[in-house]
């Protein structure tokens, strides 16, 4: 059982910055991939950012130019830094972790709120 921690929510006025942290409880050497989604009232989970065993990162068109995904593999954590926040980026941020055994493990989600 791999266990998923995120951090870093909170209150944003338009504009500003966050940094969401997401920590996973095996080293990132058995991790296949981990992606940050999110999930705004009434609205289904939508991925926000991924990363690859290798490094490599995909991001929709939701994040693309504003978000970032970049881990530290000394603390097994993976990071999502989100610039120039909207208002419709309010949602529920969730941590997904996909071990080599295809089994994917979820955090307890953090809230993050743009608004003025």
């Known amino acids: 059982q791999v266990q998923v921690v995120e951090s870093g929510g909170g209150l944003v006025q338009p504009g500003g910055s966050l940094r969401l942290s997401c920590a996973a409880s095996?080293?990132?050497?058995?991790?296949?991939?981990m992606g940050w989604y999110r999930q705004a009232p009434g609205k289904q989970r939508e991925l926000v950012a991924g990363?690859?065993?290798?490094?490599?990162?995909n991001y929709p068109d939701s994040g693309k130019g504003r978000f970032t995904i970049f881990r530290d593999n000394a603390k097994n954590t993976v990071y999502l830094q989100m610039n120039n926040l909207k208002p419709e980026d309010t949602a529920v941020y969730y941590c997904?972790?996909?071990?080599?055994?295809?089994?994917?493990?979820w955090g307890q989600g953090t809230q993050v709120t743009v608004s003025s």
């Open positions: 997904r972790v996909v071990n080599r055994g295809n089994s994917e493990y």
């Open positions: 990363i690859g065993s290798g490094g490599s990162t």
């Open positions: 095996v080293s990132i050497e058995n991790i296949f991939a």
